[in-house]
């Protein structure tokens, strides 16, 4: 990261030099460097089966973009990038990721006949229409942007100059939306009751009504995860006073996903032991930390 | 190098992004290939900015960003609201809208 | 010599009752149609008053025309101006002359008497009322054809008589057969009016009106093929109403008809208006001989036809009417003949008048005594119990094989002279064919009235077992056949004492003395040898006792199959015409439920597939949709940077 | 200007009855009935008032009132009547009465002359419905040949199609959406491409020195002085543009195919306004229209419309000839009159325009008689197909009668109403076009064929056992075909009481028309001159 730094100082520096038809060797470094990352990280965004790999490749795009924007002087914009960009937003993704608990791999079969290839033709005939479009443009050399930062005494006044006051009246307009946004978050995420909140009497009556109909329903409080010496972790589950697992202790997320943590059985006992009744198992003193899939 | 090639490098990453629109069902993964798409914009208006050398290219970035970040929220909103209804991200399930 | 200029003067006085004439039996038949059954326990009557009323008035102007010098025997009389349009102006008017004096008289005469006759003949049909209703109404439309003063109200008239025709025919309409040969008789006729119409139309395009004025006057300076086509088209319609070939089929099925409509319709009157027609238009044929020839051609070949379909049918009525188209192909003959011929077709046309419907009412008034049998094999030895029928049938048959003094020998022997008057090739065929059909008329005729009158009875129970009684008829239905006897005894004479019918015509028609190449004494004597044959051969035939009539039809020879089926002339159009037209109208039903409406149908049902087809592109998948715009803006930016470019 | 709104009051009196009969309570609702038939006699009353306020030697048009509408585009609320569109709404204000009076049960329950088996849904046909519709379809029609401003033609022209429409499709027979959507397609086709030529020709005018216009008049007479010229192309597909929406209406072969469903699936009484009277639009269209504002273009295209209208003429009457449905049948012979009627119009003679108009008039009368006949038989048969009849003059003579009558009209015997007519067309289109008129007269054969067939199979022969016990016609239906019948023979004998009307309007029909007024060139001048020569 450090050396990517330095290669932005250097660019920028030479960027100083005014209007240029080729960058100094740095920057092409960075260039050639970024952009393989960049690319790769977008096949790799849409290539993955898992979401949280594509966002992570995603924040690798956007990384290598906001070196990009500093090397070529456009240092504000490249710090709000990695803030507002890598910090906020893809942390929002990765957020809501988590909250819908979304992690199972999408399967990549295509489902729509047909779209999958055309989707690649279309967007290589694009790419390809837009490359051309670049390629026969009259673009002339690069004026650079030491006059335009200079103008104000550096990047950040400049820019500042420019938006509060060509670009107030738009600015405005966009925090309008952002406020906006935020509401309509708000209104979309928010789940409006319907019914009554249901009270613990009506709760417990309720639980009652169940189990006369149905002896396997439980209507005393789940118990605790167990809490040992090994372990105290919500995922090790308590053990019953015959020594088995109560696998209702632990999180029904947890024991959907099989992180349910297994405990060293005791030394077997003494068969006149065993005849008192204590037949309970307690983990071994020889128990290791690491993880078992206990069977159901 | 000639700086024209963050141009030819925006293309390329508009169009992957596109291409990831296009083929990924899940709603997440295809709001991130959105972003990448603005991104891509970014950059060339970036570049842009450079070559002219005048600022307002990247204050239209910074703009894109804005707009970018209130999208986000809102369609992530979206996501969470059909995803609660429907148990499921998937783009394609929502097509009960057609013929 | 043709007639100077055609220049009737407008009637006045007495002659303008020429309207009244026509006006009396539509009235008649307007009350007895539109009164309904309130009239029919007098309907009868009153048919028969407007019917004489009408000849009443006809005599009148006969008589005030005699008073007349023979030139200043022509009267026009406007009544209103029925179709006024700009340039085109159709008037009802009424022009009498000679020519159509002599159609008023016979028209009314014989329509008087059949009326007379058909109070008895349809005493016992509920329909009475309508049947007089019928009549008058074909008097007041035959009345218009013959009485009109342009070719336009012409055709009316001509066309009317084919309603009553139609009418009549079919006036047992419960009898599918009378239906059928109802509408063939109209529908044949139809094709004659196409070609009567479109005469007119070319006509008003060449002398810019249909007026016998205008036509008259200004065919000397018309085209010569213009006019040849007039002559044509005439002769078309003429041939449809007269039973001429190639037209001549609806006229044997017509007897469907009761027998006073054969009398009067099919025999004595309507059948003859296209000899009418083409004696009218004279100056057109006059000046055409191209057409004239065409004329005499079809008279012959009909002659022909009809005399050999009479000599194979045993329908007592159908063989009289195979013998009236043969009598009319001699008055067509004699009409294409020109100036010498045509007094002589409409003499002969009033002599045919006379016997034919004599001989018709005679034919009824057997079939009246014989339950409406018509089949002469089951006829025999009738003289005895019909004596009236049998001698004025008798009358009837003697003038019709023209036996002198008869009517017919008079008429009949003069267009024979024509004929060969004719000269030329031409006119020694024609000649002869005139010569062979009295020798074939003479065993027809000898043949039905053999069958009938004389030999052995061969009477048969009818299908619901009646025996037949034969009986004299009433004196409704004896008087009139009495007095048409009388005028087929003695019309002819009277004609030709002193040239008197060609003398009385003359100033209408012209008239030019035919020189024929053999001797007139010595040509009616070969006539009468010839007929004396063809009696001879009937009576050798079906006279003789030796070998009676056997009930059932033999065989017969190819030719006599052939004529029993009307010379193959049904056939022959029910291939032509009514297979291939219903072969067509089949065709083109369904190429219009395929075809025409198939495209529209299938250019709808297109649409339709088609959308419906594009509606699945529609398929719910956001990501479809994301294509498809991706995909438009690649084109959009590849066509901007094309134009752009 | 004249003083009274005669025009406008004629048009309106139906509409009258139409609120009339909105207003009436559903327990009243049989009520709507004498209130139609008021209405419509009513209109009558003043249809005639027109006729006698029209002053036959005066100026074409006559009646004329005229209110702003559009003032932005200059179309306005104008109506004016020459003869011919006065003829017509004479027709059509005859015509109404009659069909209200015949369609006296069609809205009920099981009285429907199609259905007479009466399924359930039948029972909610709305009384109400059809004779308000029937009032509404009449104001149209009589708007329709008054209207003087071509975008207000159009306008009626278009609306024409909502009640038809309605009545086809809600009293009709089985298939009867589909045929009244074939119907509304077909016209709405026909429809916009008259509203592009309509627009075309807006455009057109407000490029020449008579500035924007839709005035008939204005425009026509621009179209004659020569300030109104369009190029030969423009003018051309102008002329098609309102050609083939009339060629649609009226309905000309290759567009003839709505017709037949149509009108067999519609009540007789539908069947009679479609094809009497709003067929009649299509080549009254014609005559007004096609031919005074496109002279060039309508002489450019006479043969082709001719052609067309030659096979559309014996086309209709073999078709007629194949049918077994009778209310099919009648359409096709409607096809080959309607063929008659465009010969007549595209002859440009004044034979054939007087022809045409008194064709349109006659064919009104005798074919709305032969529908309505063929009704009474269906609502007493309870079938369509000639097949089901047979031997009905026996038990029903004067049913078989009145139908003989008027079959014989409609095969234009003399002395009957159309021989006149068609005689004229005839003859103006021999003087001209003499191959299209003797192929013309061929339909004077088929006619008789189809007309006489049809008469032998339903009519004649004994007594079919699905007929016996048929009644003869009641005072209602005497009533309803009476009048039409002696209208008929009448006209047949003294159509001067339509020429009148007629023939000062053809000979008004302006110069650049190019119609020939003069009757043909006489070989008598000719004689005359070359004293008594022969001719050439």
Not at chain 3, 240 to 257: T, V
Not at chain 3, 289 to 303: Q, S
């Amino acid at each position: 990261m450090s050396a990517a730094l330095l290669a932005t100082q250097s660019a920028a520096t030479h960027l100083l030099a005014g209007p240029v038809t080729s960058t100094g060797g740095g920057e092409t470094f960075l260039f050639w460097v970024g952009a393989s990352i960049s690319v790769l990280g977008a096949l790799g965004l849409i290539f993955s089966k898992k979401a949280v790999h594509s966002a992570l490749c995603l924040a690798g795009v956007m990384i290598c973009l906001a070196l990009f924007y500093m090397a070529q002087g456009a240092v504000f914009l490249g710090v709000v990038q990695i803030v507002v960009y890598t910090g906020a937003i893809m942390m929002l993704f990765l957020f809501v990721l988590m909250l819908i608990g979304i992690d199972a791999p999408e399967s990549l079969t295509e489902t729509i006949r047909g779209q999958r290839w055309a989707a690649v033709l279309v967007a290589v005939l694009f790419g390809a229409i837009l490359i051309g479009v670049f390629a026969h443009a009259k673009l002339g050399p690069f004026a650079g942007m030491d006059q335009a930062n200079a103008a104000a005494g550096g990047n950040v006044p400049s820019l500042a100059h420019l938006l509060f006051a060509r670009y107030f009246w738009a600015f405005e307009v966009s925090s309008a939306v952002l406020i906006t946004s935020a509401l309509g978050a708000m209104v979309l995420a928010h789940r409006e009751r319907v019914t009554a909140r249901r009270t613990q009497k009506e709760l417990a009556a309720d639980r009652f009504k169940r189990y006369s109909k149905d002896p396997s329903v439980i209507v005393t409080p789940m118990p605790n995860p167990g809490v040992y010496a090994q372990h105290n972790a919500v995922d090790t589950p308590a053990l019953l006073p015959d020594g088995s697992i109560a696998q209702l202790s632990v999180n029904a997320t947890l024991r959907a996903q099989g992180e349910v943590r297994g405990i060293t059985p005791l030394p077997v006992p003494l068969p006149h032991e065993a005849a008192d009744g204590d037949g309970a198992s307690p983990a071994g003193a020889n128990g290791s930390g690491r993880h078992e899939e206990v069977g159901a | 190098m000639n700086p024209d090639s963050y141009l030819y490098l925006s293309a390329i990453l508009f169009s992957l992004g596109a291409l990831g629109v296009l083929i990924r069902r899940d709603a997440i993964v295809v709001f991130m290939c959105i972003e990448l798409m603005l991104n891509a914009a970014n950059l060339a208006f970036v570049t842009f900015s450079r070559m002219h050398g005048r600022l307002d290219g990247q204050i239209f970035a910074f703009f894109t960003m804005v707009v970018a970040a209130a999208e986000v929220v809102v369609g992530l909103a979206i996501i969470i609201t059909v995803f609660r209804t429907r148990r499921s991200a998937s783009v394609d399930d929502a097509n009960l809208l057609k013929y | 010599m043709p007639p100077s200029t055609y220049a009737p003067v407008a009637a006045t006085g007495v002659f303008t009752l020429t309207a009244w004439v026509v006006a009396l039996p539509m009235i008649g038949a307007a009350i007895l149609l539109l009164g309904g059954k309130r009239t029919n326990a007098w309907g009868h009557l009153l048919g028969c008053l407007a019917a004489l009323g009408s000849f009443a008035l006809g005599a009148v102007l006969f008589f005030s025309l005699l008073g007349k010098p023979g030139d200043a025997r022509s009267y026009d009389q406007h009544v209103y101006t029925w179709i006024p349009v700009p340039g085109f102006s159709a008037d009802a008017g009424f022009h009498l002359d000679q020519l159509s004096m002599t159609f008023v008289l016979l028209i009314t005469g014989v329509g008087s008497l059949i009326h007379i006759y058909s109070v008895g003949y349809m005493a016992h049909d509920d329909n009475r009322r309508k049947f007089f209703a019928y009549l008058n109404l074909f008097l007041a439309a035959m009345l218009v054809l013959v009485l009109a003063n342009n070719y336009l109200l012409l055709y009316a008239g001509w066309e009317g008589v084919g309603l009553a025709s139609y009418l009549l025919i079919g006036f047992w309409q419960h009898k599918p057969s009378a239906a059928v040969a109802a509408k063939k008789a109209f529908i044949v006729n139809r094709v004659g009016d196409v070609g009567l119409s479109i005469a007119v139309m070319l006509m008003y395009t060449t002398f810019g009106g249909f007026a016998f004025t205008d036509v008259f006057n200004k065919a000397p300076g018309a085209d010569r093929d213009t006019i040849l086509g007039i002559g044509l088209m005439l002769l078309l319609g003429a041939c449809a109403k007269s039973a001429q070939f190639p037209l001549q089929s609806w006229l044997l099925d017509a007897m469907e008809g009761p027998t006073p409509v054969s009398a009067l319709i099919h025999a004595a009157t309507m059948v003859t208006a296209g000899v009418y027609l083409i004696v009218r238009s004279h100056v057109i044929f006059d000046i055409s001989p191209n057409a004239r020839l065409l004329v005499t051609i079809v008279g012959a070949i009909t002659l022909m036809m009809g005399a050999i379909i009479g000599c194979a049918k045993d329908d007592i009525k159908k063989a009289l009417a195979g013998s009236t188209m043969s009598q009319i192909g001699y008055m067509v003959l004699g009409a294409g003949l020109g100036p010498i011929g045509y007094v002589f077709a409409i003499m002969h046309l009033v002599t045919h008048g006379f016997f034919k419907a004599g001989l018709f009412l005679g034919a009824g008034s057997v079939m009246h005594g014989m339950n409406d049998d018509v089949d002469m094999r089951h006829y025999g030895a009738l003289r005895k119990y019909m004596p009236v029928t049998y001698v004025t049938f008798g009358l009837g048959y003697l003038a019709i094989i023209g036996c002198p003094p008869f009517s017919g020998f008079w008429s009949k022997d003069k267009i024979i002279e024509a004929a060969f008057a004719q000269g030329g090739t031409s006119g020694w065929v024609l000649g002869c064919t005139a010569l062979l059909g009295a020798l074939i008329t003479a065993f027809y005729m000898t043949r039905v009235m053999l069958m009938t009158f004389f030999g052995e009875k061969r009477w048969v129970e009818d299908e619901q077992g009646h025996e037949a009684h034969p009986h004299e008829s009433p004196k409704s239905m004896t008087i009139p056949m009495i007095l048409l006897a009388v005028g087929s005894v003695f019309a002819g004479g009277l004609f030709s004492i002193g040239s008197s019918f060609a003398n009385w015509l003359e100033p209408v028609t012209g008239r030019a003395e035919g020189h024929s190449p053999i001797n007139t004494t010595v040509l009616s004597v070969i006539t009468l040898v010839a007929v004396a044959l063809g009696v001879g051969y009937a009576w050798r035939l079906y006279g003789t006792r030796t070998r009676p009539v056997p009930a059932l039809a033999p065989a017969g020879s190819p030719l006599t199959r052939a004529a029993r089926r009307d010379l193959y002339g049904d056939a022959f159009n029910e291939a032509a015409f009514m297979r291939t037209g219903q072969w067509l109208t089949r065709l083109l039903v369904y190429f219009d439920l395929r075809g025409v409406d198939g495209v529209v149908n299938g250019v709808a049902a297109g649409l339709g597939g088609s959308s419906s087809r594009f509606r699945r592109l529609q398929n719910g998948f956001v990501r479809s949709y994301a294509l498809s715009m991706f995909g438009g803006a690649a084109l959009l930016i590849a066509a901007l940077l094309l134009v752009k470019a | 200007m004249s003083a009274f709104p005669y025009l406008s009051t004629t048009i309106g009196t139906p509409l009258l009855g139409v609120a009339a009969i909105a207003v009436l309570p559903k327990e009243r609702a049989a009520l709507a009935r004498p209130i139609a038939l008021l209405a419509s006699l009513v209109a009558l009353g003043f249809a005639i008032a027109d006729a006698v306020a029209f002053k036959t030697g005066g100026p074409r048009f006559q009646l004329s009132e005229s209110y702003a509408w559009i003032p932005t585009f200059h179309v306005n609320y104008s109506v004016a009547v020459d003869g011919v569109a006065l003829v017509l709404i004479l027709m059509t204000a005859v015509l109404v009465p009659v069909v209200i009076l015949a369609s006296w049960h069609d809205a009920d329950a099981r009285g429907g002359a199609l259905t007479p088996q009466g399924s359930p849904a039948e029972s909610k046909r709305s009384v109400r419905g059809l004779f308000a519709q029937l009032l509404a379809l009449e104001t149209l029609m009589l708007g329709v040949f008054a209207a003087t401003d071509i975008f207000l033609f159009y306008v009626i022209f278009e609306a024409t199609l909502i009640p038809a429409y309605f009545l086809i499709g809600s009293y009709g027979g089985a298939r009867r959406s589909y045929a009244a959507v074939k119907f509304l397609l077909y016209n709405l086709l026909g429809g916009l491409l008259m509203l592009a030529a309509v627009i075309g020709l807006y455009v057109a005018s407000t490029h020449s020195p008579v500035g924007a216009a839709f005035s008939f008049q204005t425009l026509s007479k621009a179209v004659g002085d020569g300030s109104l010229t369009m190029a030969g192309s423009t003018e051309k597909w102008l002329f098609l543009g309102f050609f083939i929406a009339f060629a649609v209406k009226a309905p000309m072969w290759p567009f003839h195919t709505w017709l037949p469903d149509a009108a067999s699936e519609a009540t007789p009484g539908t069947a009679v306004l479609l094809v009497g009277v709003l067929d009649k639009i299509g080549t009254f269209g014609m005559l007004r229209f096609c031919l005074e504002l496109f002279p060039h273009a309508s002489h450019y295209f006479t043969p082709l419309v001719l052609v067309l209208a030659v096979i559309s003429t014996i086309y209709g009457a073999l078709l007629a000839i194949g049918q077994t449905d009778m209310m099919r049948l009648i359409a096709y012979t409607s096809v080959s009159h309607f063929g008659l009627i465009t010969i007549g119009v595209f002859a440009l003679t004044a034979r054939g325009e007087v022809g045409a108009t008194l064709y349109m008039v006659n064919h009104g009368l005798s074919t709305g008689a032969l529908f309505l006949l063929a009704g009474f038989m269906i609502s007493r048969r309870g079938s369509k197909s000639i097949d089901a009849f047979g031997g009905v003059q026996k038990v029903a003579p004067l049913l078989a009668g009145t139908f003989l009558a008027v079959g014989l009209s409609s095969l234009a015997l003399p002395g009957l109403s159309s021989f006149v007519s068609e005689f004229l067309v005839l003859v103006g289109a021999f003087e001209k076009y003499p191959v299209a008129a003797i192929f013309g007269t061929t339909a004077i054969v088929l006619a008789a064929l189809y007309i006489l067939w049809w008469y032998q199979r339903t009519m004649t022969g004994p007594v079919a056992s699905s007929v016996e016990g048929f009644k003869d016609l009641n005072r209602r239906e005497l009533a309803v075909i009476g009048p039409l019948v002696a209208l008929i023979v009448v006209l047949g004998f003294v159509p001067s009481i339509l020429t009148n009307f007629i023939n000062p309007a053809v000979s008004q029909i302006p110069a650049h028309v190019q119609i020939t007024q003069q009757a043909p060139h006489s070989v008598a001048q000719d004689s005359a001159t070359q004293g008594n020569g022969s001719g050439q």
